[in-house]
């Protein structure tokens, strides 16, 4: 796609502007004649065809905006993403697909993206949570100063804290043990899961650990061996004891929490099927009482079933072996990614296209949109109540389902928020997910305390936009290499105590061009200094 594609834009939205009839510029309906607009939206394992979400389509009727949804399951996300990018063949709409900064800058500058901010008059709603978190704001500026798209924002530290580590409290009665609070309590804890036969059908099929990805158990312990230490928008660097930024996972930090899940791992303390689990395979290990501990945001798994009652929720971070205790998975108040762009395609459509969608988007980060995109339809799914956050509260219909599905199951009929990259505001008080249920506002009263001192967010807007291209093909490269010999090592298929094999890896890096990428990170880095 060429440069020239933004010139081409600009003449067909002048040209166009007559096909549609004026948008009002606020109320309902949003335009006065039908409209029609292609969404690509990432669904997640739990979300059906948003073509049939409840909110999704009363919003039609109500805006007089036929949003036609493209499903591109999360699984395939990325590679459904760069290759509507590469080759231009865009819907009008990208939504919930974390289009990243890099991405943005890029694509923007052939002309593919519009910009928002240039319509910033019919987005009052967005506009004035930037005023309130300029963290948010400046997590989707680009280097030319405009905003390409709009970002995922989260208010409340219950929804900024990410994967947290949930106990059995029946479990720990019947092993005479507390929540253990170091790496070797841990351990000693996960050892007593294994020989415990909690389902008391004489088999040994407990799972002492899980997860739906290794990555999260990984987030957990990173502040337990001192890695990961300016919060989850800079996960595969950290600020070193002696202020120097370093490499994540060519540490010795690193190498030490790859020992650690290679000992859990080979002693099948460890979900032996962590490389291949999703968010589904967890419910059913959690929800059966085979997984005795489990990693996730919340307590969802086993909501609705008999083992919800037993929840609790990691309160402090285990001590490392050199004293090391933080929790080091929190987020600044919004997503680095993009969860809403307008495409050139919406633009051929006209200038009234473009306006349309820009209101669409807003309705979704006013206080109505916000209730109805998180909590669904008010006497179906939610409820008035003065005594919970907000003075609402989910319905047991949603709550304690008859067929045991998770509140998030159910819920996903109604809503679109599962999975996350929401266009919208998760507040306390109208996110009722699991986050902000009371076990896990518990959880991160104690949690809060151990949050890195420096949170940092995004660099994009610190990156020119040739940095920005090469910093993210390299890294893709990488992760997939680090991914590859992580595999190795926690399996035991290469021997993570062998110096000379933990020196082959480190590297084989330079291949991968390492040292290039910290050099455009350092940069951006200083500049962000310097801001």
Known sequence: MKKSLAILTAALMLVSGHALAAVNPEGMPIVTEPLTLTVAVNQSPIQGDFNEIVILKNFEQESGIDMQYQNIPDSDRVTQLNLMLASAEVPDILMKMSVSGTDQAKYAEEGMF????????????????????????????????????????????????????????????????????????????????????????????????????????????????????????????????????????????????????????????????????????????????????????????????????????????????NGEKMWTIYSIPASTTGQFLITYKCAEKGEDAVKAAVRWMDHWYSDEGIISYFMGVEGVTYEKDENSPGGLKLTDAVLKSPDGRTFEQVLAEYVPWAGGANPSVASNE???????????????????????????????????????TESSAIKTEQEQYWKEWRAYFVTGQKDINDDKVWQEYVNGFAGVKNPRYMEIYTKAYEAYLAR
């Not at 896990?440 to 809060?448: F, W």
Request: hydrophobic share 35%.
């Open 114 to 321: 519009v910009a928002l901010s240039d319509y910033a008059e019919l987005m009052p709603n967005l506009m004035r949570y930037f005023e309130e978190y300029p963290s948010a704001k400046d997590a989707v500026t680009m280097p030319d100063g405009k905003i390409y798209a709009a970002p995922y924002i989260l208010t409340g530290d219950a929804i900024r804290v990410g994967a947290k580590v949930w106990f059995n409290t029946d479990v720990l009665e019947k092993l005479g043990l507390s929540a253990p609070t170091t790496l070797d309590e841990f351990y000693n804890y996960l050892v007593a899961c294994k020989a415990l036969d909690y389902n008391e059908n004489g088999e040994a099929d407990e799972i002492p650990l899980t997860s739906s990805r290794i990555d999260e158990i990984e987030y957990v312990l990173a502040g337990s061996f001192g890695w990961m230490n300016r919060g989850s928008s800079h996960l595969d660097v950290f600020v070193d004891d002696e202020g120097k930024l370093q490499y994540a996972y060519t540490s010795d930090n690193y190498r030490e929490t790859l020992k650690y899940l290679n000992k859990l791992y080979s002693e099948k303390l460890i979900d032996q099927d962590i490389f291949t689990m999703d968010y589904a395979q967890e419910i059913a290990k959690a929800s059966t009482g085979r997984a005795l501990t489990y990693i996730m945001v919340n307590n969802s798994p086993v909501s609705n079933s008999p083992y919800e009652q037993y929840s609790l929720g990691i309160k402090e971070p285990f001590t490392g072996y």
């Open 430 to 468: 109208y996110f009722k997910g699991g986050e902000t249920w009371p076990v896990c506002l518990e959880a991160v009263e104690g949690l809060r305390n151990y949050f890195p001192e420096e949170v940092w967010p995004s660099f994009s807007r610190f990156y020119s936009v040739e940095d920005a």
